[in-house]
T-cell receptor, first 111, second 114 residues
Framework: SQQGEEDPQALSIQEGENATMNCSYK?????LQWYRQNSGRGLVHLIL?????REKHSGRLRVTLDTSKKSSSLLITASRAADTASYFC???????????FGKGTTLSVSS | ETGVTQTPRHLVMGMTNKKSLKCEQH?????MYWYKQSAKKPLELMFV???????ENNSVPSRFSPECPNSSHLFLHLHTLQPEDSALYLC?????????????FGSGTRLTVV
């Protein structure tokens, strides 16, 4: 069953602008992960944030986690055309054996 | 390359055919997964293997049959598929099944059932 849900479904911005994507989930988590997928390819792991962390940075990426609201956000600063992709959040399933992914946000960055 | 290799990249098969998808990883990971990605739908977890033992079968029809002969290889055997099984099939691996580890995905096999 689906755990995380991203918002918005689609986002179009200009190069240099910031892009913010949100993820909401339903049950308690140990950690939350974000992935990127270029069209027709496999997913690439971007960042993992643990339930006791509130914010994490990796290059131009900033992830926040609010466990009280069961939500996370992914911020991409100074976006580039190469950031055009789908972005997914993922959390562990009930059995704790695998990740469950949301439907994703499709980001389009135009130059 | 990600370290997880899937073959073939593309596959077209008839509904009466039998084919197999292959996934190989040399990252020293102990867990491997099959996911199905259809248009407009979230990734669907199909199977989970930990140390070559299946730990989860997510209500997948029996026309999909997984096999994990060792911790580096994972297969998905296909037979008598339906057109709605057309999708991108993704293999992933991680150090362990616990969700404390990031997954490494292959590039996927694009399957078309005709």
């Amino acid at each position: 069953s689906q755990q995380g849900e991203e918002d918005p479904q689609a986002l179009s911005i200009q190069e240099g602008e910031n892009a913010t994507m949100n993820c909401s989930y339903k049950t308690s988590i140990n950690n939350l992960q974000w992935y990127r997928q270029n069209s027709g390819r496999g997913l690439v792991h971007l960042i993992l944030i643990r339930s006791n962390e509130r914010e994490k940075h990796s290059g131009r990426l900033r992830v926040t986690l609010d466990t009280s609201k069961k939500s996370s956000s992914l911020l991409i600063t100074a976006s580039r055309a190469a950031d055009t992709a789908s972005y997914f959040c993922a959390t562990d399933n009930q059995a704790g054996t695998a990740l469950i992914f949301g439907k994703g946000t499709t980001l389009s960055v135009s130059s | 390359e990600t370290g997880v290799t899937q073959t073939p990249r593309h596959l077209v098969m008839g509904m009466t055919n039998k084919k197999s998808l292959k996934c190989e990883q040399h990252l020293g990971h102990n867990a491997m997964y099959w996911y199905k990605q259809s248009a407009k739908k979230p990734l669907e977890l199909m199977f989970v293997y930990s140390l070559e033992e299946r730990v989860e079968n997510n209500s997948v029809p029996s026309r999909f049959s997984p096999e994990c002969p060792n911790s580096s290889h994972l297969f998905l055997h296909l037979h008598t598929l339906q057109p709605e099984d057309s999708a991108l099939y993704l293999c992933a691996s991680s150090q362990q099944t616990a969700a404390n580890y990031g997954y490494t995905f292959g590039s996927g096999t694009r399957l078309t059932v005709v």
